[in-house]
């Protein structure tokens, strides 16, 4: 995955004036003007900075991220900085070969070796699109997974081209191709709310893929409130309406278990210079053992004790 901004296939300019991108609300269109955007009746105005529209109220943006402590914004913040100085870094010669020494190190780390199953799905859903269809990420950012997707989030974090609330998604009835969802439904306290919203915007036959933690700890981007098995999962998107072309474990028991560990020693052990040796070893240990799961995510009970599971759904 790479933070550095990539161009939309679909300019979020190009969403507003052919009206797929519209008032969350009302579900009027939407008119530029200058650094705002507005219906026709003026009822509702939105700002327009930098390009991206920012259709969530300030106040509720505020509370969003107020949550948990306000993990997320410093998180999502960290995250974006720490890949622009790397980027920097290349630029000195001298630097190189640490910064490529790093970024292999992180990548080894991110790794999940996640299921071939959610690896086909990704693509069915969203890379076999055209590249004029809007493919949404919902709770997209700030990586921007892949081009064809319009990241939208709930505050104008790095790679976020749209701000808006999963709960009132600001598209039009049947105006998207493809739905994109991952590691966003535990931050959710309504998830069926959202999953009706991303019913409602994509057009007959369009394409949704989810995934979503089953086994992993508590994190707060900006809260968490549930997890998922693969069945409840599964029925999650079957009570909005979907039909299920493919479910499963994504990420596998190996990456669940080293997760867990590594997460216990450092909640739990007290003693500071115990702790370091313990967490180095966990972490060491994972990264030796996770490849384990390219094996393991064959089986068809590997979503037993799977650390995400996903969702390959399409609109009726």
Same mark, same amino acid.
């Given at each position: 995955?790479?933070?550095?901004?990539?161009? /939309? /296939?679909?300019?979020?300019?190009?969403?507003?004036?052919?009206?797929?991108?519209?008032?969350?609300?009302?579900?009027?269109?939407?008119?530029?003007?200058?650094?705002? $955007?507005?219906? =026709?009746?003026?009822?509702?105005?939105?700002?327009?900075?930098?390009?991206?529209?920012?259709?969530?109220?300030? *106040?509720?943006?505020?509370?969003?991220?107020?949550?948990?402590?306000?993990?997320?914004?410093?998180?999502?913040?960290?995250?974006?900085?720490?890949?622009?100085?790397?980027?920097?870094?290349?630029?000195?010669? $001298?630097?190189?070969? /640490? &910064? *490529?020494?790093?970024?292999?190190?992180?990548?080894?780390?991110?790794?999940?070796?996640?299921?071939?199953?959610?690896?086909?799905?990704?693509?069915?859903?969203?890379?076999?699109?055209?590249?004029?269809?809007?493919? &949404?990420? &919902?709770?997209?950012?700030?990586?921007?997974?892949?081009?064809?997707? &319009?990241?939208?989030?709930?505050?104008?974090?790095?790679?976020?081209?749209?701000?808006?609330?999963?709960?009132?998604?600001?598209?039009?009835?049947?105006?998207?191709?493809?739905?994109?969802?991952?590691?966003?439904?535990?931050? $959710?306290?309504?998830?069926?709310?959202? %999953?009706?919203?991303?019913?409602?915007?994509?057009?007959?036959?369009?394409?949704?893929?989810?995934?979503? =933690?089953?086994?992993? =700890?508590?994190?707060?981007?900006?809260?968490?409130?549930?997890?998922?098995?693969? %069945?409840?999962?599964?029925? /999650?998107?079957?009570?909005?309406?979907?039909?299920?072309?493919?479910?499963?474990?994504?990420?596998?028991?190996?990456?669940?278990?080293?997760?867990?560990?590594?997460?216990?020693?450092?909640?739990?052990?007290?003693?500071? $210079?115990?702790?370091?040796?313990?967490?180095?070893?966990?972490?060491?240990?994972?990264?030796?053992?996770?490849?384990?799961?390219?094996?393991?995510?064959?089986?068809?009970?590997?979503?037993?004790?799977?650390?995400?599971?996903?969702?390959?759904?399409?609109?009726?």
């Amino acid at each position: 995955m790479c933070l550095e901004e990539r161009q /939309l /296939l679909v300019p979020v300019e190009v969403q507003i004036t052919s009206g797929r991108l519209v008032c969350p609300l009302s579900h009027q269109s939407l008119l530029i003007d200058g650094e705002a $955007l507005r219906t =026709p009746d003026g009822a509702h105005v939105y700002p327009y900075r930098d390009g991206v529209p920012i259709l969530l109220p300030e *106040a509720q943006m505020e509370n969003y991220l107020a949550e948990e402590s306000g993990k997320m914004a410093r998180e999502y913040a960290r995250e974006y900085a720490a890949a622009d100085a790397a980027v920097s870094d290349r630029r000195a010669f $001298l630097t190189r070969p /640490l &910064v *490529a020494l790093r970024r292999r190190a992180r990548y080894l780390a991110a790794e999940d070796y996640r299921s071939a199953a959610c690896r086909t799905a990704f693509e069915a859903a969203i890379g076999a699109q055209p590249e004029e269809a809007l493919c &949404v990420a &919902v709770g997209g950012g700030p990586t921007h997974l892949h081009p064809k997707l &319009v990241n939208l989030n709930i505050a104008p974090f790095a790679n976020v081209h749209v701000v808006g609330d999963a709960y009132q998604l600001p598209y039009a009835n049947d105006a998207v191709d493809a739905v994109h969802c991952e590691a966003v439904l535990e931050h $959710l306290e309504l998830p069926d709310v959202a %999953v009706a919203e991303m019913f409602r915007v994509l057009r007959p036959g369009g394409q949704l893929y989810a995934a979503t =933690p089953f086994l992993q =700890p508590f994190h707060a981007y900006p809260n968490h409130f549930q997890n998922f098995t693969e %069945v409840g999962h599964r029925r /999650l998107f079957e009570r909005a309406g979907f039909a299920i072309v493919d479910s499963g474990g994504c990420v596998g028991p190996t990456y669940a278990v080293s997760a867990l560990v590594y997460r216990y020693i450092v909640n739990y052990v007290r003693v500071p $210079l115990l702790r370091e040796l313990l967490a180095g070893a966990a972490g060491a240990g994972a990264l030796l053992l996770r490849p384990l799961d390219r094996r393991i995510n064959r089986r068809e009970d590997a979503h037993q004790v799977a650390s995400t599971v996903f969702t390959h759904a399409v609109k009726r």
